[in-house]
């Protein structure tokens, strides 16, 4: 595997990094003999970045990266995955309900692909967090048509020459569909790959939240009209 920059975006998760990152670390160094692993810890109120400073003791290709105050989800991403000096950039989140294993079976694709994104297969979320997200897959899809099978699955790999196509505004929980829709729009080609989605096994989520809900709203209404509204009566 080419060199690769690994995101993991986080707040609150000083119980989730502990397992998250050995696990990163060491499923990455089966597959590629560069890379590096940026922590962002976004404004967090508990231990999360001293978590991270004795992971890096241990793990020399972790890092962190912090935020002062909590800037949300998107904030976080855009951070990691603009920090990152390596070829290829990924990201996932970092409380561990992805198998980074799984990264090995994207690689083959980045030939023919400007961004392989995966789908979670099935969804190992409470619930009404699945309501919430269909909801949210039917907003998005009203505005911009069809986007991605699963936009919000954090476990997206692409080029790190997309950055310089590809700039998202949002910074919110509507980055990622942003992203994509940004992706769609200049004609890059993206991959849909099944990903497993694992319980989450410490910590809390924070995607339910009603003012994280509101503000993925506002994010995407005001993008949708900016990108196509006003373009269109220009």
């Given at each position: 595997m080419p060199g690769i920059a690994v995101a993991?975006?986080?707040?609150n998760e000083e119980l989730s990094l502990p397992r998250t990152v050995p696990r990163v670390v060491t499923e990455?160094?089966?597959?590629?003999?560069?890379?590096?692993?940026?922590?962002?810890?976004d404004g967090s109120s508990d231990r999360t970045s001293d978590v991270v400073r004795e992971l890096s003791a241990?793990?020399?290709?972790?890092?962190?990266?912090?935020?002062?105050?909590?800037?949300?989800?998107g904030a976080a991403v855009w951070t990691g995955?603009?920090?990152?000096?390596?070829?290829?950039?990924f990201f996932t989140d970092a409380d561990g309900?992805?198998?980074?294993?799984?990264?090995?079976?994207?690689?083959?694709?980045?030939?023919?692909?400007?961004?392989?994104?995966?789908?979670?297969?099935?969804?190992?979320?409470?619930?009404?967090?699945?309501?919430?997200a269909l909801g949210w897959k039917l907003f998005v899809t009203l505005l911009f048509g069809y986007v991605a099978r699963d936009i919000d699955c954090a476990f997206k790999l692409f080029r790190r020459d997309?950055?310089?196509r590809v700039y998202v505004e949002s910074r919110g929980a509507?980055?990622?569909?942003?992203?994509?829709?940004?992706?769609?729009?200049?004609?890059?080609r993206v991959k849909e790959l099944p990903v497993?989605?694992?319980?989450?096994?410490?910590?809390?989520?924070?995607?339910?939240?009603?003012?994280?809900?509101?503000?993925?709203?506002?994010?995407?209404?005001?993008?949708?009209?900016?990108s196509r509204v006003l373009r269109r009566d220009s």
């Open positions: 993991l975006p986080a707040y990455l160094r089966k597959v590629a003999d560069d890379f590096e692993v940026v922590v962002v810890d241990q793990y020399p290709e972790v890092r962190l990266v912090q935020h002062p105050v909590n800037l949300g989800y995955i603009t920090s990152g000096q390596k070829e290829f950039v309900q992805f198998d980074i294993g799984e990264l090995a079976r994207f690689m083959p694709f980045t030939s023919e692909y400007d961004l392989i994104i995966g789908y979670r297969a099935p969804r190992r979320d409470p619930p009404m967090r699945l309501v919430n997309v950055l310089d509507a980055f990622s569909a942003e992203f994509l829709v940004k992706a769609h729009d200049k004609g890059l497993s989605h694992l319980p989450r096994e410490a910590g809390s989520a924070t995607g339910n939240r009603p003012d994280v809900i509101l503000r993925a709203f506002k994010e995407m209404t005001a993008f949708w009209f900016k």
